[in-house]
């Protein structure tokens, strides 16, 4: 189990850089005073690993190092494998099936016990994604008109750093020069998109490192709903607006609570969706907006 740690707290500084003992202490679920043990253990039999101390202190190796290619063993190869074949149904691109075979050349387990189908993430386009892969690939910004959430056309310039899913769907993580900031765009919503002439303004960090910046920063609040829903809406309660029981009654029915970001519009479909079988019960203002929604709905009918 040591050896294994010890294996996997060198591949995370590899990968991550400077880290300090309690970020270790935290991913591997051990003791600082173990993670201390381990690294003189590491710098015992010759990996060159620099302690710095200090508020902005870390552990990290030296840039020389570099480990064996061939550490990856036969299992490490099915997982990879398995992962390809699944990014290949999502995106559907001959260079991913091009190094699916070379993987597979590289080892004689295929295991089959996973199968990742993600043929329904390709609810865009693929040359959208293929158009801002390459322009991320040659630095170079991209013009778009986008229909934001309130329904208003704009055309916005931007720098593209990834494209992400998440949320049940695809977005693109870009840099808004003019705001000196970066923003999220749902690519369903992109149209006209193009490559511009216009070179990065400057280096960006990882897009996993903004992202955690954005999380961080991230001003948006939600807001608690209360509800009474009978039997037949809790499990879909539960499954797609995440909601918590919080009392159960003789008659089968039950009373949950669910936190909603109300720019958002799912969760007012989902709600909309179950019918008389869910009941607000607070807060009044959106349960005005859920009888205004369905008085719509009605007129269009009469």
């Given at each position: 189990m040591k050896?294994?740690?010890?294996?996997?707290?060198?591949l995370?500084?590899l990968?991550h850089?400077?880290?300090?003992?309690?970020?270790?202490?935290?991913?591997?679920?051990?003791?600082v005073?173990?993670?201390?043990?381990?690294?003189?253990?590491?710098c015992?039999?010759?990996?060159?690993?620099?302690?710095?101390?200090?508020?902005?202190?870390g552990y990290?190796?030296?840039?020389?190092?570099?480990?064996d290619?061939?550490?990856?063993?036969?299992?490490?190869y099915?997982h990879?494998?398995?992962?390809l074949?699944?990014?290949?149904?999502?995106?559907?691109s001959s260079?991913?099936?091009t190094t699916?075979?070379?993987?597979?050349?590289l080892?004689?387990?295929n295991d089959?016990?996973?199968?990742?189908?993600f043929?329904v993430l390709?609810?865009?386009?693929n040359?959208?994604i293929?158009t801002l892969?390459?322009?991320?690939?040659?630095?170079?910004?991209?013009?778009?008109?986008?229909?934001?959430?309130?329904?208003?056309?704009?055309?916005h310039?931007?720098?593209?750093?990834?494209v992400?899913?998440q949320?049940?769907?695809w977005?693109?993580?870009?840099?808004?020069k003019?705001?000196?900031d970066?923003?999220?765009y749902?690519?369903?919503r992109?149209?006209?998109?193009?490559i511009?002439?216009?070179?990065?303004?400057?280096?960006?960090?990882n897009?996993?490192?903004?992202?955690?910046k954005?999380c961080?920063?991230?001003?948006q609040?939600t807001?608690?709903i209360k509800?009474?829903?009978?039997?037949e809406a809790?499990?879909?309660?539960?499954?797609?607006?995440?909601?918590?029981?919080?009392?159960e009654?003789?008659?089968?029915?039950?009373d949950m609570?669910?936190?909603v970001?109300?720019?958002?519009?799912?969760?007012l479909?989902t709600?909309?969706?179950?019918g008389?079988?869910i009941?607000?019960?607070e807060?009044?203002h959106?349960r005005?907006?859920?009888?205004?929604?369905?008085?719509?709905?009605v007129?269009l009918?009469?």
């Open positions: 050896m294994d740690r010890l294996y996997a707290i060198v995370y500084l990968n850089g400077k880290t300090s003992a309690a970020e270790l202490s935290k991913k591997f679920e051990v003791s005073r173990t993670i201390q043990r381990d690294i003189d253990s590491l015992q039999v010759g990996i060159p690993i620099v302690a710095e101390t200090g508020v902005d202190g990290y190796l030296l840039e020389s190092f570099r480990m290619a061939q550490t990856a063993t036969e299992e490490d099915s990879i494998l398995t992962a074949k699944g990014y290949s149904t999502a995106i559907g260079h991913i099936d699916v075979e070379k993987i597979s050349a080892t004689k387990k089959n016990s996973i199968i990742l189908d043929s390709r609810e865009v386009d040359s959208l293929q892969q390459e322009a991320i690939k040659i630095r170079k910004a991209v013009c778009f008109n986008y229909t934001n959430s309130e329904n208003i056309l704009r055309l310039i931007v720098e593209p750093i990834a992400i899913y949320w049940y769907a977005y693109l993580l870009a840099y808004l003019d705001k000196n970066y923003r999220v749902k690519l369903i992109m149209r006209d998109l193009e511009t002439e216009e070179v990065f303004s400057r280096e960006h960090d897009a996993d490192v903004i992202l955690k954005k961080q920063n991230n001003t609040t807001t608690e509800v009474r829903c009978k039997p809790k499990a879909k309660i539960v499954e797609y607006l995440n909601g918590k029981t919080t009392a009654y003789s008659n089968g029915e039950c609570v669910l936190y970001i109300e720019t958002e519009h799912l969760w479909g709600i909309l969706s179950l008389d079988s009941v607000i019960k807060p009044k959106i005005r907006r859920i009888i205004e929604a369905a008085e719509k709905i007129d009918y009469k």
